[in-house]
């Protein structure tokens, strides 16, 4: 693939979008990023949607679905915030709290897979209600509320925003494509059997990448915190909402993985699915158009994927 | 000699996993019993909490079952319990008929599911995305019809017009009928086998000339008018509906299945009844805690423990070396 396919295939989709929903704001009479607000607006946005995407992606790239993720970013926020709150740490040490708590969370929830060797959904179903619980139980279900310390809410801004994702994707590329651990990771999700065989150690493995995900998830919890000042409880499955927002940034990554980076890619899918967000805010769109958008274009983003060779054939008999 | 021994160790242990969730529920039922009777609770009574509560479960599980035993599986259940909840009450308002709600409810669902397995089977979709993308246009779709309605955040049908049919022979009835056809297009028509075999081995049923596809869509038929009765059940049940009608469906759905000793990658494993004995065991287990006045999150932690144990025990003679996904 020469290198100008590359780059045109990794920077389509963004692109397109940019320009369609720049099109559609200025047909509107509306300009899509007209103050510092829609910029912060869209860079969280980036952040939270980029960090569940790497976070998910881990394990459902090797066939592990974990509905756990949004319980693990909710119990890692409620600690780190209420030790922020009850002993005046910065920001810095609440997010360092919020990462550290993320990955034992994940490290735990790894370790009860590995040892009951349940299918991933059903632990991580297990694991889910467990957490929600713990976190409910550890509030007394007030949830934590810090909408008055300017301190820890002050964390929200651009540079900050644009700092913690450019560290994950750095992160992730290092971990997954420049580390032993990777290139094992990689042959297990490509052949299991045979990884295991030649003496691949799939638990360890495993185990890692759960942590993984748990510590993108503690991230993803102390951006979501601080953005709002509060963090509200969810029981029976509540918390797993954040999850759905990575499925349409995870397949338009995995597209643009072929020209490129995956990790990128994803990233790549966050900014796309941002920018409609944003288009979503800048006119105002109520939230059952916005569901029903986002939802067809999932859909349509999966028709196109999974009917490629068919559409192309469609073009060339024509 | 010892092959024999090993044969037959291996049946005691195979009975006993087939049992576990069974005895679960037994145990489940006795500790309640006996709580019930150490708290000098009125046991009539809240036995028929407790059938009130897992009624519409177990109906909406049971017909999941012939989602699940083809290895597939459906988040967008409880939305779409919801959106036929609400236009059977919308269609009950219009015509004051407690048939054409039936009606509607169960040609709303089954409409639903079947959209979503058929989108799945001519665009070659993963199933599970689908139900993602419909579960999304679910939501919409129910704020709309609220919205549609003008009557603010809520769809009513009067009480008095569902009172007749809210009584706990009705649901009993409702419930084994649906349970018998279950059973026997499950156990004694060839779509039961056929799912199965597509659930254990897409690929050599289909080499073998089975159409998959059409067992998905027959399946999520199946699926569609459990959900269906599930709509009608909840709206005599509780006849306000608002957004979060059977918001918690789909997830105790799931949960129910597992519970109930069903293998989430479905296949020859996959039993009806493990619909019913999940269902009450998990609506037991609730009544316990509740039982034993523990507050909301230590009671989600030790379901989820109680959980994890009896799946743990019911699927333990499927581990091999390699870790399942």
């Known amino acids: 693939m020469t290198k100008g396919k590359r780059l045109a295939g990794t920077i389509i989709i963004p692109v397109l979008v940019l320009i369609i929903t720049n099109v559609i704001c200025m047909s509107r009479g509306v300009t899509m990023f007209e103050n510092s607000l829609n910029w912060l607006t869209f860079a969280r946005a980036v952040a939270n949607v980029s960090l569940v995407t790497f976070a998910l992606s881990i394990n459902l790239n090797s066939g592990r679905f974990d509905f756990s993720v949004g319980s693990i970013a ?13 002993h005046e740490l910065s920001p810095v040490v609440m997010l360092a709290l919020s990462l550290l708590f993320g990955m034992l969370l994940g490290l735990a929830s790894g370790l009860v897979y590995v040892t009951v060797k349940l299918p991933p959904m059903i632990v ?89 995900a748990g510590l993108l998830m503690g991230a993803q919890g102390f951006v979501s915190s601080t953005t709002t000042g509060s ?51 800048r006119l105002d769109v109520n939230s059952s158009v916005q569901q029903v958008v986002s939802a067809l274009l999932l859909v349509g983003f999966l028709i196109f994927l999974n009917n490629e060779n068919r559409i192309k054939n469609l073009f060339r008999k024509h | 000699m010892d092959n024999e021994k090993i044969i037959r160790r291996e049946k005691i242990k195979n009975i006993i996993f087939q049992v576990a969730p069974v005895v679960g529920l037994i145990i489940m039922f006795a500790l309640f019993m006996i709580l019930a009777v150490i708290k000098d609770i009125n046991i009539p009574y809240s036995m028929k909490n407790i059938l009130n509560q897992s009624v519409i479960v177990v109906v909406v599980a049971t017909g999941a079952i012939f989602i699940y035993t083809l290895g597939s599986f459906d988040i967008s259940l409880g939305a779409n319990m919801c959106v036929s909840a609400l236009i059977g009450a919308m269609a009950y308002n219009r015509t004051n008929s407690l048939l054409a709600m039936l009606a509607f409810c169960l040609g709303t669902a089954v409409l639903i599911s079947s959209v979503c397995s058929i989108l799945a089977s001519v665009f070659n979709l993963p199933v599970f995305v689908t139900t993602i993308a419909m579960l999304s246009m679910l939501n919409a779709g129910v ?20 009172s007749a049919i809210n009584t706990t022979w009705f649901k009993l009835l409702v419930l084994v009928a649906y349970l018998a056809i279950s059973i026997f297009v499950f156990n004694f028509l060839k779509l039961g086998r056929q799912e199965k075999f597509v659930g254990g081995n897409p690929e050599c049923a289909r080499l073998t000339g089975l159409n998959n596809s059409r ?111």
Do not use: W
């Not at chain 1, 780190?80 to 009850?86: K, Y």
């Not at chain 2, 494993?269 to 619909?275: E, F, G, P, Q, V």
């Not at chain 2, 523990?294 to 025990?313: E, H, R, W």
């Open chain 1, 231 to 281: 963090i509200q409880m969810a029981l029976n499955f509540g918390s797993i909402g954040p999850m759905f927002m990575a499925f349409l940034p995870m397949f338009i990554g995995g597209y643009i993985g072929r020209f490129s980076n995956d990790k990128l890619g994803y990233l790549l899918g966050a900014v796309s699915t941002s920018l409609i967000s944003l288009l979503y805010v």
């Open chain 1, 74 to 86: 909710l119990l890692s926020s409620v600690f780190s915030a209420t030790l922020a709150v009850n």
């Open chain 2, 143 to 162: 704020l709309m019809l609220i919205g549609a309605n003008g009557t603010g955040d809520i769809v009513q049908v009067p009480a008095a017009a569902v």
């Open chain 1, 124 to 212: 991580s179903l297990a694991v889910a209600l467990f957490y929600e619980g713990m976190a409910y139980h550890f509030t007394k279900g007030h949830g934590v509320s810090f909408i008055n310390n300017r301190e820890l809410l002050d964390f929200a801004s651009i540079p900050n925003y644009l700092i913690i994702i450019a560290v994950a994707l750095i992160f992730m590329i290092i971990v997954f494509d420049h580390t032993t651990f990777g290139y094992e990771y990689k042959a297990l999700q490509s052949g299991q059997k045979v990884s295991v065989n030649i003496g691949i150690n799939e638990k360890k493995n495993t185990v890692i990448c759960y942590a993984i």
């Open chain 2, 215 to 325: 067992l998905a869509i027959l399946g999520f038929i199946m699926a569609g008018i459990g959900v269906g009765l599930g709509a009608f059940l909840t709206i005599t049940y509780a006849p306000t509906l608002s957004r979060n009608t059977a918001s918690s469906v789909g997830m105790d759905v799931i949960i129910s299945i597992v519970f109930g000793g069903m293998p989430v990658s479905g296949g020859s494993r996959s039993k009806i009844y493990s619909a019913v004995v999940g269902a009450l065991s998990m609506t037991l287990l609730s009544q316990i805690m509740l039982m034993l006045n523990l507050n909301s999150g230590i009671s989600q932690m030790v379901k989820a423990i109680i959980f994890i144990l009896v799946v743990y025990i019911s699927m333990s003679d499927n581990r091999k070396n390699i870790l399942p996904r």
